[in-house]
């Protein structure tokens, strides 16, 4: 077989056979490849639309509401648009699509959408807002206290003098009005300090709202944050955006620097203007928010990598916390320890004093990429492996946590017999534990989970796909 043929048999089977929904439509504006995505997401088989006009395919369409035709007439691509509608099958579906014209010697020849369906992530963006509006109604109709308080300064262990300094500086943080922005490790306890400002300061009486910038598409995040007017896009509500909701307390953004940098300036203006607008709104609606920002990244490699804007960051690093990863305060383990064998004895209705020494050893060689928040997960995982009547947990009770104690390398018990597999199997087995265990560790964060294995992001997903 020809490289030229081998290429182009590669190319169609990965338009044919990838996630992601793929639609073509030529000059004629008949369908030239639909895959087989597109098809699930739309609710048709592909020989209903190859060959014919797309405007017979989908007669709701017409020349201006189809943004494969508006691409192809205007020339001029549409990046990441939102769009919620009903497909073949009667459901509702909300896409994230980009649509792309063709080009040929200067002249557009076609059309091609990419589309992704993020129907579950809507639902989960819209019942965050439904619960915080509840939440916000609740308080008005009661009048009581709107938060119960879950974090304060009171839950922060520790009395190492790096961690001392930063909780030294978020107490005095929590008498001012001014952006936070604090920089810690995954499981160093960011939202922890967060809280602690909030519960501490003017606003403790107002509403404390926290979101994840990397867990939702940005087309959709920009919607929780700043609502949308009905209209805005197609399938769109009026709603509240979590600005609006924690109007008068507190925002906190965990992972800012996940967030694309055309949503970090319309948030940067927000910050500096006092007013946010709803998508396909066109009123100005004031906002007093206090803003908390996290990154679990040091904002100067954020800075240097082009994933924080450098005007948004001296925005919000007014006050700059920085929280010490465990390791760097090997110190405050046995504090720690004792603290969380103190709340799993009354959880579990166990009776441990303490860790056995080997334990502690290990533990002290030990780098903790999942820092305070790993440490919890292996004492509560351990304590689940004693007796109520054990007084102290050993090295064979920390098993379910898979902890590895550093330089100890990793066995194989064969118990004198030869493995009936391969070694190519065997290996890829043992790869795949060691993915999972990251994958854990690290709360399923692909990017966080990529730079501890030291491979890149596409990878790691090309690794979990073949799992």
């Given at each position: 077989m020809?490289?030229?043929?081998?290429?182009?048999?590669?190319?169609?089977?990965?338009?044919?056979?990838?996630?992601?929904g793929i639609h073509v439509i030529d000059k004629e504006r008949k369908t030239i490849v639909y895959n087989e995505a597109m098809a699930e997401l739309e609710g048709l088989e592909i020989f209903q639309?190859?060959?014919?006009?797309?405007?017979?395919?989908?007669?709701?369409?017409?020349?201006?509401t189809?943004?494969?035709?508006?691409?192809?007439?205007?020339?001029?691509?549409?990046?990441n648009s939102t769009q919620t509608y009903f497909n073949y099958r009667g459901h509702s579906i909300t896409t994230i699509s980009s649509t792309l014209p063709l080009i040929s010697d200067g002249h557009v020849i076609g059309a091609m959408e990419i589309a992704q369906d993020v129907t579950n992530l809507r639902k989960l963006s819209d019942q965050l807002l439904e619960l915080q509006q509840e939440l916000k109604q609740t308080k008005q109709e009661t009048k009581k206290t709107p938060q119960i308080r879950k974090y304060n300064f009171?839950?922060?262990?520790?009395?190492?003098?790096?961690?001392?300094?930063?909780?030294?500086?978020?107490?005095?943080?929590?008498?001012?009005?001014?952006?936070?922005?604090?920089?810690?490790?995954?499981?160093?306890?960011?939202e922890m300090f967060a809280q602690s400002i909030h519960?501490?300061?003017?606003?403790?009486?107002?509403?404390?709202?926290?979101?994840?910038?990397?867990?939702?598409?940005?087309?959709?995040?920009?919607?929780?944050?700043?609502?949308?007017?009905?209209?805005?896009?197609?399938?769109?509500?009026?709603?509240?955006?979590?600005?609006?909701?924690?109007?008068?307390?507190?925002?906190?953004?965990?992972?800012?620097?996940?967030?694309?940098?055309?949503l970090q300036a319309k948030l940067l203006?927000?910050?500096?203007?006092?007013?946010?607008?709803?998508?396909?709104?066109?009123?100005?609606?004031?906002?007093?928010?206090?803003?908390?920002?996290?990154t679990n990244e040091d904002p100067k490699v954020s800075l240097e990598n082009g994933t924080l804007r450098r005007d948004l960051y001296y925005r919000l690093s007014v006050i700059n916390i920085h929280i010490p990863p465990l390791r760097d305060r090997l110190d405050d383990l046995k504090l720690l320890i004792?603290?969380?064998?103190?709340?799993?004895?009354?959880?579990?209705?166990?009776?441990?004093?303490?860790?056995?020494?080997?334990?502690?050893?290990?533990?002290?060689?030990?780098?903790?990429?999942?820092?305070i928040r790993e440490l919890e997960n292996f004492i509560e995982g351990a304590m689940n492996m004693v007796s109520s009547r054990d007084k102290v947990l050993n090295r064979e009770n920390f098993i379910t946590s898979?902890?590895?104690?550093?330089?100890?390398?990793?066995?194989?018990?064969?118990?004198?017999?030869?493995?009936?597999?391969?070694?190519?199997?065997?290996?890829?087995?043992?790869?795949?534990?060691?993915?999972?265990?990251?994958?854990?560790?690290?709360d399923h964060n692909i990017s966080n989970t990529a730079r501890h294995l030291g491979i890149k992001r596409q990878t790691l997903q090309y690794k979990l796909r073949k799992d």
């Open positions: 020809k490289k030229a043929d081998l290429n182009e048999l590669l190319v169609q089977n990965i338009l044919r056979h990838g996630n992601i639309v190859m060959d014919r006009d797309i405007l017979d395919i989908f007669p709701s369409l017409n020349e201006y189809s943004t494969l035709i508006k691409v192809m007439n205007s020339g001029e691509p549409i990046i009171t839950s922060i262990i520790g009395n190492n003098r790096s961690l001392s300094i930063a909780k030294e500086i978020a107490e005095r943080a929590s008498e001012t009005a001014s952006s936070v922005l604090i920089f810690g490790e995954t499981g160093t306890g960011k519960n501490h300061g003017v606003r403790k009486g107002n509403t404390f709202i926290a979101q994840n910038c990397a867990a939702i598409p940005d087309s959709l995040l920009e919607g929780i944050l700043f609502g949308t007017e009905k209209g805005g896009f197609t399938g769109a509500i009026e709603r509240e955006g979590i600005f609006e909701q924690a109007n008068g307390g507190t925002l906190l953004l965990d992972e800012i620097n996940s967030m694309s940098l055309p203006r927000v910050l500096q203007e006092g007013y946010i607008r709803r998508i396909g709104g066109i009123r100005d609606i004031p906002v007093d928010v206090r803003i908390i920002a996290t004792k603290f969380f064998i103190q709340k799993y004895n009354e959880l579990l209705n166990k009776n441990i004093d303490k860790v056995s020494e080997e334990v502690m050893e290990d533990f002290r060689n030990y780098s903790w990429p999942g820092n898979s902890f590895i104690p550093k330089g100890k390398p990793l066995t194989a018990n064969l118990s004198g017999r030869l493995p009936e597999e391969t070694l190519p199997e065997i290996l890829e087995d043992v790869e795949r534990s060691i993915i999972q265990e990251i994958m854990k560790r690290y």
